[in-house]
C-alpha cells in the first residue's frame, strides 16, 4: 500500500498496514483475521499478510480466537492498569529528555497544535490530534530507542475501544493539561513538565476506566 505525501510516496510493509487499520478503527478487537479477507481488502497476497499477522501475535496484538485462526486482542481490566503505569513512566522520561532537547521551534509548534486544539470540538478529531501531539514530544526528545518504545506502547493503546474524549469534561480537561505541559516545556522546568504529564496520564486512566464502566451497562 502506498500513501501518498506531498509529492512523496511512503510505502508501508503489510505489518505497517494492519497497525494502521487498527488504529484508525477499521480493524477492532476481537474480530476474526482472515488472511484471505484481509488480503484483498488491502491489495496484498496472503503470504506477506500471513507473516503480518505471526508478527502481531508476537507482539501480543493478535491471540487465537474461538475457531481456527487469529483475532485482534483485547486488553483486560489488569492489563490496561499495567499499560498506563508503563505509560505513566515513559512520558515522564519524555519530558525529562525534552526539556534538555527540544528547540525553541519545536516548543512553538506544540504550542500552535495546543491553540488548533482549543478550536476543535468533535472526539474523532480530538482523539486524533491528542495523538499527533503526544507523537510531537516524543520526537521533541531526539532519542529513537525512547521514540521506539512509545511507539509500542501507542499500538496497544490503539487495541482499547473508543475514545475517552467522547466524554466531554475529559475533552475540555485534557485541553488545559496539554497546555499546563507546553508551559512546563517552555520554562524548561522538568519538575513541572512531569507532574503535568503525569497527572495528564492518571486523568487519561480514570476517564478509561469510566468509558469502560459505560460500555459494560
Known amino acids: 500500500m502506498n500513501l501518498k505525501t506531498g509529492e512523496n510516496k511512503v510505502t508501508l510493509s503489510p505489518f505497517e498496514v494492519?497497525?494502521?487499520a487498527i488504529e484508525r478503527g477499521e480493524i477492532l478487537p476481537g474480530e476474526?483475521?482472515?488472511e484471505t479477507r484481509l488480503a484483498a481488502q488491502f491489495g496484498l497476497s496472503r503470504t506477506p499478510i500471513?507473516?503480518?499477522l505471526h508478527r502481531l501475535e508476537t507482539l501480543g496484538l493478535a491471540e487465537p480466537g474461538p475457531h481456527r485462526g487469529l483475532i485482534v486482542a483485547s486488553i483486560s481490566y489488569d492489563r490496561l492498569r499495567q499499560l498506563f503505569a508503563v505509560r505513566e513512566g515513559l512520558e515522564n522520561i519524555a519530558m525529562q529528555l525534552a526539556v534538555a532537547a527540544a528547540s525553541?521551534?519545536?516548543?512553538?509548534?506544540l504550542q500552535r497544535m495546543v491553540d488548533t486544539e482549543k478550536t476543535?470540538?468533535?472526539?474523532?478529531?480530538l482523539h486524533d490530534h491528542n495523538r499527533l501531539f503526544?507523537?510531537?514530544i516524543y520526537r521533541s526528545t531526539h532519542n529513537p530507542y525512547l521514540n521506539e518504545m512509545l511507539d509500542n506502547l501507542r499500538i496497544h493503546l490503539s487495541l482499547l475501544r473508543g475514545t475517552t474524549?467522547?466524554?466531554?469534561?475529559?475533552a475540555e480537561e485534557a485541553k488545559c493539561e496539554h497546555q499546563a505541559i507546553v508551559d512546563a516545556l517552555?520554562?524548561?522546568d522538568t519538575d513541572a513538565a512531569q507532574a503535568a504529564a503525569c497527572q495528564h496520564i492518571r486523568n487519561g486512566y480514570r476517564a478509561r476506566l469510566a468509558i469502560i464502566s459505560q460500555q459494560e451497562n
Do not use: G, N, V, W
Open 50 to 52: 500471513r507473516e503480518a
Open 104 to 109: 525553541d521551534e519545536e516548543i512553538a509548534l
Open 120 to 125: 476543535l470540538t468533535d472526539s474523532k478529531m
Open 134 to 136: 503526544h507523537r510531537q
Open 32 to 34: 476474526r483475521l482472515q
Open 186 to 188: 517552555a520554562r524548561r
Open 165 to 170: 474524549y467522547a466524554l466531554s469534561d475529559r
Open 18 to 20: 494492519l497497525i494502521a
